[in-house]
C-alpha cells in the first residue's frame, strides 16, 4: 500500500510562484503519477501528470504554460511548480498515483489528503 503526502500549500499573492511537493511512502519508479485539483462543490480538474521514467509530461488547459511538473524518484517525491499564480489557481492540490507508466486520475488507486493553495488579489 501507497501512501501520499502533499504539501507546499499556502495562502500567496496573485503574481508569485509555488511548489508543490508529493511524497510516496515506497517506491515510485514504477508509478506513472499526476496532480489534479479540486474546490468544494466543484468538479475535478486535471493540472498536470508525469509518467514513471519522467519521459513525458501532460498538462491540463488551466494551467498549460505556467505550471512545471517532474519528479525526483530517488526521493519517491514527485513536484508541482505553479508559475504566475492567479486567484483561480485556488484550490485544493491533490497528488495521485498508479502501477503503469502513465497515469490516469481515473484509474489511480493511490491518492493524497491535498494541500490547499489560495490565491490571493
Not at 503519477?33 to 468544494?40: H, I, V
Not at 509530461?57 to 499564480?85: C, E
Not at 486520475?105 to 489560495?118: I, K
Request: glycine share 12%; proline share 2%.
Amino acid at each position: 500500500q501507497i501512501q501520499l503526502v502533499e504539501s507546499g500549500g499556502g495562502l500567496v499573492q496573485a503574481g508569485v510562484s509555488l511548489r508543490l511537493s508529493c511524497v510516496a511512502s515506497g517506491r515510485t519508479d514504477e508509478m506513472g503519477m499526476g496532480w489534479f485539483r479540486q474546490a468544494p462543490g466543484k468538479e475535478r480538474d486535471f493540472v498536470a501528470a508525469i509518467t514513471s521514467d519522467a519521459g513525458l509530461t501532460f498538462y491540463g488547459d488551466s494551467v498549460k504554460g505556467r505550471s512545471t511538473i517532474s519528479r525526483d524518484n530517488a526521493k519517491n517525491t514527485m513536484y508541482l511548480k505553479l508559475h504566475t499564480l492567479i486567484p483561480k489557481d485556488t484550490d485544493v492540490y491533490f497528488c495521485g498515483a498508479r502501477w503503469r507508466r502513465t497515469y490516469n486520475g481515473d484509474d489511480s488507486p493511490y491518492w493524497g489528503q491535498g494541500t490547499q493553495v489560495t490565491v490571493s488579489t
